[in-house]
T-cell receptor, first 115, second 113 residues
C-alpha cells in the first residue's frame, strides 16, 4: 500500500537555526498537510496545501513557517528560526479529494528537538 | 481549544471482549468524523469514518456510532485483539469545508491476552 514518507525521522537543531522537514506524499494525492504534536498534547493542524498554494493555515503557522512543493514529489515544511517551543513531532499527510471526505494518510513523523 | 474531547486517557479490555472508545465534540458545524489509530513511532493510521448524515458505519470488527443530538461518537471494536493495543484518536472536520482535522487527545487502549 502506498504511504507517505518523511525524512529525517529525528532532527536536532539549535534555537534560531532554520530547519527543513521533508515529505513525499502519496503519488496520486492532490492535497497535502502538516500537523504537529507537542509531547503530551493533541495533534494540531498547521497548514493545508493544494494546487501549489496554501489553502488553509492555523494560528500556529506564523511567519516563521513556510511550505513548498519544489518538484512533483516532495512537500517541505521550513521553520525559519526555530524556538524551543517548536519541539514536537511533525506529521505530513496527504489525501485524494477526488471523492468527498477522503481521509488523510499520515507519515510516521519527524521528531524535531530544538535545544 | 477543546472542540473534540476524549475524556478517557486509557482503557484496558480483555482479549475477545468489546472495546468502546468515546468521543465528544462541541462544534455543531462538524459534519465528518474519523477514528485514527497510532502505534509508537508511527503516524496516525486511518481506521474508520462517518458522515453526519449517518448514525452508524461498520467495517469488519470496527463500528462507529454517531449521536448528533448528544454530539457524541463512539468506536466499538469487537472482538478486541492484542494487536489493537494502540492510542486511538477521534477527529472531526467540516467547519471550513477543508480537511482541517480537529483531534482529541487520544485514548490508549490495552487489550490483555
Amino acid at each position: 500500500e502506498p504511504e507517505v514518507t518523511q525524512t529525517p525521522s529525528h532532527q536536532v537543531t539549535q534555537m534560531g537555526q532554520e530547519v527543513i522537514l521533508r515529505c513525499v506524499p502519496i503519488s496520486n494525492h492532490l492535497y497535502f498537510y502538516w500537523y504537529r504534536q507537542i509531547l503530551g498534547q493533541k495533534v494540531e493542524f498547521l497548514v493545508s496545501f493544494y494546487n501549489n498554494e496554501i489553502s488553509e493555515k492555523s494560528e500556529i503557522f506564523d511567519d516563521q513557517f513556510s511550505v513548498e512543493r519544489p518538484d512533483g514529489s516532495n512537500f517541505t515544511l521550513k521553520i525559519r528560526s526555530t524556538k524551543l517551543e517548536d519541539s514536537a513531532m511533525y506529521f505530513c499527510a496527504s489525501s485524494d479529494r477526488d471523492r468527498d471526505n477522503s481521509p488523510l494518510h499520515f507519515g510516521n513523523g519527524t521528531r524535531l528537538t530544538v535545544t | 481549544d477543546q472542540q473534540v474531547k476524549q475524556n478517557s486517557p486509557s482503557l484496558s479490555v480483555q482479549e475477545g471482549r468489546i472495546s468502546i472508545l468515546n468521543c465528544d465534540y462541541t462544534n455543531s458545524m462538524f459534519d465528518y468524523f474519523l477514528w485514527y489509530k497510532k502505534y509508537p513511532a508511527e503516524g496516525p493510521t486511518f481506521l474508520i469514518s462517518i458522515s453526519s448524515i449517518k448514525d452508524k458505519n461498520e467495517d469488519g470488527r470496527f463500528t462507529v456510532f454517531l449521536n448528533k443530538s448528544a454530539k457524541h461518537l463512539s468506536l466499538h471494536i469487537v472482538p478486541s485483539q492484542p494487536g489493537d493495543s494502540a492510542v486511538y484518536f477521534c477527529a472531526a472536520s467540516g467547519i471550513s469545508g477543508a480537511n482541517n482535522l480537529f483531534f482529541g487527545t487520544g485514548t490508549r487502549l490495552t487489550v490483555i491476552p
